[in-house]
């Protein structure tokens, strides 16, 4: 059997689709789907259910993919380590959040790097990381969503709080006593610092501590956290931000939290890998190292 055949197969069965892992491949979607067929024809069994969005394996293409990745993901590890040098050196290539990669990752991987361990990062979205994590362009995952299937395994690392927080002169006015009796209506004509139009965290909080959707607009968006952080101590206006982002601003005062829930609203962050792939000692340092960092994150 055609190991090109093989590869090709186990990269639609994690991406999930011909369409996305023709664009891991690095191949055309017919030339993908001409060669599922191939293998297909050569089997004597359909292998996956074409779908309106992306395919779903049969029963067989289950059962193939998970006998063949293991094997196929142990060549793609015998081709790494001819690639390093004599030095010992082992790349780890990691993905995550650009945020909480820089600030909370990459700082507590850093001491592996005297131990023969070179890291290379990539930044995206979790459904980015997730299905470069799945097509092999990752070794491990930073997500705030939880994989489904047996394709990837995933542990619970850490959760993160988030706070409502503004500059100074926007919190004046605005007691806690003020925002337990109105709720969030008072804080409706404040400007809003945002990731996304969207305003995925401030709607996430609004969700979970005042029960309703907010009815402000962006004030200014930008896509890193850490903008939106220097935004909102310029005054910009009022933003939501993981604690361990803005706590040094807040120690210092140069940000003020709004308002103390109770409940303080959690996200939870994820350590994915490609089941299996803990077998290699690279990947199982970096995986175990994390964990026993994580534990001072929480």
């Known amino acids: ?100 990669t820089s600030l909370r990752v990459l700082p507590a991987l850093s001491p592996l790097t005297a131990q023969g361990l070179a890291l290379r990062v990539s930044f995206g979205s979790s459904e980015e990381t997730l299905e470069g994590l799945a097509g092999g362009h990752h070794d491990l995952a930073l997500t705030t969503d939880r994989p489904r299937g047996g394709l990837l395994t995933a542990t619970a690392l850490c959760d993160e709080e988030h706070v409502l927080v503004a500059a100074p002169r926007w919190a004046r006015h605005l007691t806690p006593e003020l925002l337990a009796d109105k709720g969030a209506v008072v804080l409706e004509q404040l400007p809003v610092v945002e990731v996304h139009e969207s305003l995925p965290l401030v709607t996430r909080y609004w969700a979970a501590v005042f029960d309703t959707p907010p009815a402000a607009a962006g004030t200014v968006i930008a896509p890193d956290l850490r903008a939106v952080l220097e935004a909102t101590v310029a005054g910009a206006g009022l933003a939501v931000l993981p604690r361990y982002l803005c706590e040094e601003e807040l120690t210092a005062g140069r940000v003020v939290a709004l308002y103390d829930p109770a409940v303080p609203p959690l996200r939870t962050y994820f350590l994915a890998v490609r089941t299996g792939t803990l077998s290699h000692p690279h990947i199982a340092r970096a995986h175990e190292w994390l964990l026993r960092a994580a534990g001072d994150w929480c």
């Open 1 to 100: 059997m055609d190991l090109a055949l093989l590869r090709t197969f186990v990269t639609v069965h994690r991406a999930g689709s011909f369409t996305r892992a023709a664009a891991l491949l690095g191949l055309s979607q017919p030339a993908v789907t001409g060669q599922i067929r191939t293998l297909e024809r050569q089997l004597g069994r359909p292998l996956f259910l074409r779908r309106a969005r992306g395919v779903t394996p049969t029963a067989i293409g289950d059962e193939l993919a998970h006998r063949a990745a293991p094997h196929l993901d142990a060549l793609v590890e015998i081709t790494e380590r001819g690639l390093d040098d004599n030095s010992g050196v082992r790349t780890l290539h990691l993905a995550g959040p650009p945020e909480f």
